[in-house]
Every structure is written in structure tokens, then in C-alpha cells.
């Protein structure tokens, strides 16, 4: 955006009327040289007591929902949901509503670390040049997609590595075994889709898609219409875990069953289903024991029939989610489960199991790494094959295990980092560019999962930028133009805009598009307007599942790494998630199923913690083969005696006054095992409680529910 803009030159390129009423919406292709100034500097174009509304992507997770953003004298006051877009249909999440407290976040890196953009974008230039392709590593975060778009094009046309993405929360989801596990199946590999709203019975296996997994407000919306009564009959949801989460805290039935034996169980009572059923066992069922898997999994045999009664006489939807693939044989616990819905017949139908719509111009490299290739990566910097590291969008030091060593790797290249705040990975940079806040920004964000339709989310400013940061693709371009020859070629762009209707453009041709226009410069001004674009047609993928029952899936025990005596269940706090800590709305969110707020704790049969001698508030180290943590006791009784639990989010080093040397990293503890899908076994933890101080008066976590709690400590009485 210009600094110097008069409301001549405004007129001259908006005209009039209807183009000035687009402008004055923050939907015109104009808009992008007006300066939204905040409220001390009126801007011409806005008006004392009139709200100016922009519609906007969200930026706190990779899912792609829609924003629409209130504004008034250039601050922007309120992030409400876009009504029109398909994924959200006006709603939000509390990181959505929290974002405002990214962007006025007080400790955010303001000007870059040179001092001046022009000598930054000289120093990424020199390293573009001065270094050879193949030791130019880039590695981004979930989002922004248009980003990783430009950086892929950059990376292709000069030979540098292509752009390897990461983010924590796609580790926790076991996004690459659940892919793995549908091109096993089904010979297409895809994120499978589960239409809650449409199934009678569902059985979540380790699934909380109501907190943090794949695209929760969709699942969310799926979950009402499953629970919807007055049409219907209302939908039963039976939940399979070892510690229950907010997700399964409103199942009809709760199952804490022992970690790693989801996918026996989800076998046992295909087995048993197809025995009430009759005729010829399928082959995917037949060599499972369902009394030796009700032993092993820590469940009655007389809970796995009434289950299976459940299963022969409704439309059952089985769902396989993270917590249950983070294990060693998390692949086969995938195939399991959906194999339960070859037995229900329900794929490609309604209330049944689909492969995603792919996003316009999806390709194969936009999936983000597994774990396992991660470690690879981490590799080749620590071998010297890289020599300069470009970081946007995901803060590795803290969200990779530790035990993976990418801190250590630093040492050997030269570190460039694009952050909008002081995280622990930009701490270890030699240089520090800081890219503008998600609602200072323009872009475009392919919407992976949780919708029937093709989408291509967009996003703007709705705010002039508050310090002097600049756009990571602005900075990019300046840099390949000055770095010359066959990098300049790769990006002839003048600005990071014209790069975005470059391959926005391309979607004028799709005749069944939610808009369409008679020239770019409409089309991108109705993709501001709308926030994005969308095809009309339903594009589910109806899976083949033809022969899942006639397959083989393993029936494997899971392996834990460790000498501990308790198994280790690790979950994104439903609040927080892996980059909530640094607001303070999103830290003073009580959790929904502790109510504790501002640290982190580890949660604690009160069988087990009685017989340990623990109570709640004392402070426990916890042990495993990679390392050890320090967290407070949590008595939390739906838990399994023999698990303890602990929320990812907390135990940052660095990231702002609000976030850091608060509570502890559970990543600190995970050990590097994969599953056969290469995705990090984060659940095949055994892990040691030893107790380091007892509860003091004063100290110790902050709940809503105060000390009375569940437990009626305040009133001298237990429960």
C-alpha cells in the first residue's frame, strides 16, 4: 500500500457509485493502495460513527474459515464469522474471536532485524545467490498457502529444495497415517470425511473432532445434526479413549479403553456384529479374539456385544482419530476402524465415510510433513546439506520434539525467520524479518477438509499494518528481483497482490464457480468481497471399499517406548493449541474439561494418585526415555488408572510476556518412533511419576471451579 494517497487519486481509480460503495466495503481491487490509518490519522474514505466490514481468513489454524471484520476508524474492534462461507457459515472458534489479541499483541517483533527492509531484502537476496540451490532449504507453516504457492514456483524454476511444511497440530491429527490408511483401503489417497449429521450411531475412535481435530466447526455443526431430535431420531455417539476429552464427555457412552488397542476393539466388534448378523464371516474380521481383546483392551466382553447389537441395528459411522493413530501401530488402528464402515455399507453415502473435495489448484506437495520426514530434514541440517534455513508460519523449536534435535541443527546453518512474534525459533535466528499479522495481510488459504464443495478462502487487510513489518512474499519478490537471472524469472511480480490474482485469475474459467466476472480485475474484487471462492457442485469423493472386507488388517499390539509404569496420553489444549499461548483472552479460557487456566497440569486417577501420595497441586516430574517435565496434579477421575494426561500449549522459552516460563512442553518427553505411516508415535510413551514438593498454601493452578471443584475440598467433604 502507498503511504501518500489523496481522495483525488482515490476517485480517479474507484470512480463513483457502485465502485465507491465496493471500496468503502474493503472489496474493491482500488483497495489494496488505500491505507486503513488507525483512528489519530482519519483516513478520507471513512466516516465518524460508521463501522467499515472486511471479509478475511482466518489465520490461528491451517482449517481456512471465514472471517468477517468490524472496523471502525481504522482499529479494527470485532472478528465475527463469514455467514457465506461454506466451511464455517458464520461461525467461530475462540482462536478465531482471540485473533484481535495477536494483532495488538504488545511483544510483537516490529521492524526487522537489520534495521531497514532494504538491507533485509538485500541479505535474502545474497543468500540466494551465494549459496547453492540445493543447500536453500525453506520450512513453513500450515499457512498461508499462497505463500507456499510463490515459494514453490521460486523453488522449481531455480532448483532449490521444494518448501517442506509443518505444523504440530497436523501431528497430533496423524493427518499422514489417516491419508495412508484410505490409499491402503481404497487405492486413493485423501483425507476422509465423516458425516456426522447424516448417521444415526457414531463411535469416535480417540477422535476430538469438537476440540482440535481437522476442521472441528464443521464437525461441530456434524455433531448437532447427529443429536437433532425433532426430525429424527436422535443419534447415539460412543466414544473410545483412555482419558476423556471435552469430545467425549458429551458421549451417550464412554469407553476408556487401553491405549494402542483402539483398532482391536474396532475389529472385536466387527467380529461380533457379523456373528448377530449371520452368513459368511468377512475375512477382515475372522482370526480376532473378542474375549482375549476385551482383556487386553481393559473392557468387558459384555460391553464389546451390547456394542456390537448397537452396530447391527442402526447406521453406525466409525471415525479413527488422532490420539488413537499416535501410536506404533496407529496405521492398523486406521484401517480398523474404517473397515467398521465396510460392515455398515456406508461409504459415499449419507451419514457414511467420503474422501474430501480437493481445493482448487490442491497439488500432492502441499500436504504438510510426517514426522518421520521431519527427522530427515532435521538430518540433512545437521549433515551441513543446509546451509540457509528460511522459516514462515510455524515455530519448529518448540513444536518438534526435542529429541528430534532441530535446536542443535541450528548451529550449522544460517537462520532466517519470517515471525510475527518472538518465538523460540526466531530467539535462534541470525535474522529476523517480520512478516504482518493475519489481519494486516493479503492471501488465500485451500480449505483441505471439512466441507462437500471445493474451496479457495481469501483474505485482506482490514487494517493498515501498526509497525514496520512487511509482507514475507513482498520480501521474497524484492529479493529474487535483486538477486537477478533465472530468480527474478521466477517471480515477475510487482507485488505480492499481483502474485495472488495471478493464480486467483486462473479460477475465472470455472463455470460453476460461486461468482464470475468479465475481466480479472471484478473477479478479484468479488473474491475480496465474498472472502474467497467456491464451486457449486457438491465434490465429495465417494471412496471404494469394495474389497476392505475381504482385506487383511493387522491385528498388532502396540509397542511402548520406556521403563515407565504409566502410559502417556498428550492432547492439544482445546484453548491454547499449539500457538494460542501468547493471548491472554485464550489463556484466561478456562480448559472445558478442568476449568484450569494459565499453566499446565497433568491429570491423575485419584485411585492411582492415592496410592502414589499425591494430591491435587502437588508438583510431579514426569519421566520418559527422551526426558522429563515438571507439571502440577490434576485428581481428574475419567482417566484410566494406569494413564496420565497432559495438554499441549503450555512451557514456552520464548513467545511474548504472556507465554513464556509458563507451565511445561509435552513434546520435551516424546521419544522419536513412528508409526508405519511415518507419522510420530506421541501416545507410545511409558512414562515415570515422582513427586518433588508437596501443594503449598498460595501456589498452585488457577481454576474456574475453584477448590471446591468437583471434589467439595472448600466444603470439607469428598464426592
Known amino acids: 500500500m502507498t503511504e501518500q494517497f489523496s481522495r483525488r487519486d482515490f476517485l480517479k481509480l474507484a470512480g463513483l457509485g457502485a465502485a465507491t460503495t465496493a471500496i468503502l466495503t474493503g472489496c474493491g481491487p482500488a483497495s489494496r493502495y488505500v491505507k486503513r490509518e488507525p483512528y489519530q490519522q482519519m483516513p478520507e474514505y471513512n466516516s465518524v460513527g460508521q463501522s467499515t466490514y472486511y471479509a478475511t481468513t ?28 461454506p466451511l464455517n457459515l458464520g461461525k467461530t472458534c475462540a482462536r478465531g474471536q482471540a485473533t484481535l489479541h495477536g494483532l495488538y499483541n504488545p511483544d510483537r517483533v516490529q521492524a526487522p532485524s537489520t534495521g531497514d527492509w532494504d538491507s533485509a531484502i538485500q541479505t535474502v537476496a545474497d543468500a540466494l545467490k551465494n549459496y547453492k540451490p540445493g543447500e536453500v532449504a525453506f520450512l513453513m507453516g500450515m499457512a498461508p498457502d499462497h505463500l507456499f504457492d510463490l515459494v514453490s514456483d521460486l523453488a522449481n524454476a ?44 457414531v463411535f469416535s475412535f480417540g477422535a476430538n473432532f469438537l476440540e482440535t481435530w ?41 469407553v476408556p479403553v487401553r491405549p494402542g488397542t483402539e483398532g482391536l476393539v474396532a475389529l472385536a466388534i466387527g467380529k461380533l456384529a457379523s456373528e448377530l448378523r449371520g452368513g459368511a464371516m468377512p475375512r477382515v474380521f475372522s482370526s480376532v479374539n473378542p474375549a482375549e481383546v476385551a482383556e487386553s483392551a481393559g473392557v468387558e466382553l459384555e460391553a464389546l456385544h451390547h456394542l456390537a447389537e448397537m452396530f447391527v441395528n442402526f447406521n453406525v459411522l466409525a471415525i479413527p482419530g488422532g490420539a488413537a493413530l499416535g501410536q506404533s501401530n496407529g496405521l492398523e488402528i486406521a484401517e480398523a476402524v474404517l473397515a467398521l464402515n465396510a460392515l455398515s455399507d456406508n461409504f459415499g453415502k449419507p451419514g457414511g465415510v467420503y474422501l474430501s473435495a480437493l481445493a482448487p489448484n490442491q497439488t500432492e506437495t502441499s500436504r504438510p510433513a510426517s514426522a518421520e520426514e521431519m527427522a530427515a530434514f532435521v538430518e540433512k541440517m545437521k549433515s551441513g546439506a543446509i546451509k540457509a534455513l528460511f522459516v514462515h508460519g510455524v515455530n519448529p523449536v518448540f513444536e518438534l520434539p526435542a529429541a528430534l534435535g532441530f535446536k542443535d541443527a541450528l548451529a550449522n546453518v544460517e ?89 486467483v485469475g486462473a479460477l475465472m474459467s470455472e463455470a460453476s464457480g460461486s ?41 498388532a499390539e502396540p509397542e511402548f517406548a520406556g521403563e515407565g509404569e504409566f502410559f502417556f496420553v498428550p ?36 485411585e492411582t494418585a492415592h496410592e502414589l501420595g499425591l494430591q491435587n497441586d502437588d508438583m510431579v516430574r514426569i519421566v520418559s526415555e527422551a526426558g522429563e517435565v515438571e507439571a502440577y496434579v490434576y485428581l481428574y477421575p475419567a482417566i484410566r488408572p494406569d494413564t496420565i494426561a497432559m495438554p499441549f500449549g503450555q512451557g514456552h522459552t520464548a513467545y511474548g510476556r504472556y507465554a513464556e516460563k509458563r507451565g511445561a512442553n ?35 493452578l488457577a481454576r474456574l471451579e475453584s477448590r471446591i471443584g468437583v471434589y467439595g475440598e472448600a466444603l470439607g467433604e469428598e464426592h
Open 58 to 85: 482466518c489465520r490461528e489454524c491451517a482449517a481456512g474459515c471465514g472471517l468477517v471484520v468490524r472496523t471502525y476508524q481504522g482499529r479494527a474492534l470485532k472478528t465475527e464469522g463469514n455467514a457465506n462461507h
Open 158 to 201: 531455480t532448483g532449490m529444495n521444494g518448501p517442506v511444511r509443518y505444523g504440530a497440530l497436523g501431528m497430533f491429527e496423524a493427518r499422514a497415517t489417516l491419508s495412508k490408511a484410505a490409499e491402503n483401503l481404497f487405492g486413493q489417497a485423501g483425507l476422509p470425511w465423516f458425516d456426522l449429521g447424516g448417521a444415526q450411531v
Open 214 to 254: 481437522l476442521s472441528p466447526l464443521p464437525y461441530t455443526r456434524g455433531f448437532v445434526g447427529l443429536r437433532e431430535g425433532e426430525t429424527k431420531l436422535r443419534g447415539t455417539f460412543v466414544q473410545f479413549e483412555a482419558r476423556m476429552s471435552a469430545t467425549g464427555a458429551k458421549a451417550d457412552h464412554w
Open 415 to 503: 537462520l532466517f525467520s519470517f515471525a510475527t512474534f518472538p518465538d523460540e525459533t526466531a530467539a535462534e535466528a541470525k535474522h529476523v524479518f517480520p512478516d504482518h499479522h493475519g489481519l494486516e495481510s493479503w492471501g488465500y488459504q485451500r480449505v483441505a477438509t471439512g466441507v462437500s464443495l471445493p474451496v479457495l478462502s481469501g483474505a485482506q487487510p482490514v487494517v493498515s499494518p501498526f509497525y514496520d513489518t512487511r509482507a514475507t512474499a513482498d520480501v521474497l519478490i524484492a529479493a529474487a528481483k535483486l538477486a537477478g537471472g533465472k530468480f527474478a524469472e521466477a517471480l515477475p511480480f510487482a507485488d505480492e497482490v499481483e502474485f495472488i490474482q495471478s493464480k
Open 515 to 555: 461468482f464470475s466476472a468479465a475481466d480479472a480485475a471484478t473477479f478479484m474484487a468479488y473474491f475480496q468481497q465474498y472472502g474467497g471462492w467456491f464451486k457449486n457442485a457438491d465434490a465429495l469423493i465417494a471412496p471404494d471399499g469394495s474389497g476392505v472386507l475381504n482385506g487383511n488388517v493387522k491385528a
Open 571 to 606: 492432547f492439544v489444549s482445546p484453548t491454547l493449541a499449539e500457538a494460542g499461548a501468547n493471548k491472554p483472552w485464550l489463556q484466561e479460557l478456562p480448559d472445558p474439561t478442568t476449568t484450569v487456566m494459565w499453566n499446565t497440569w497433568v491429570e491423575i486417577n485419584p
Open 666 to 700: 509435552p513434546a520435551d518427553l516424546f521419544g522419536v518412533h513412528f508409526n508405519e505411516a511415518g507419522d510420530l508415535a506421541f501416545g507410545g510413551m511409558k512414562v515415570k511419576v515422582e513427586k518433588v514438593r508437596a501443594a503449598q498454601s498460595g501456589v498452585g
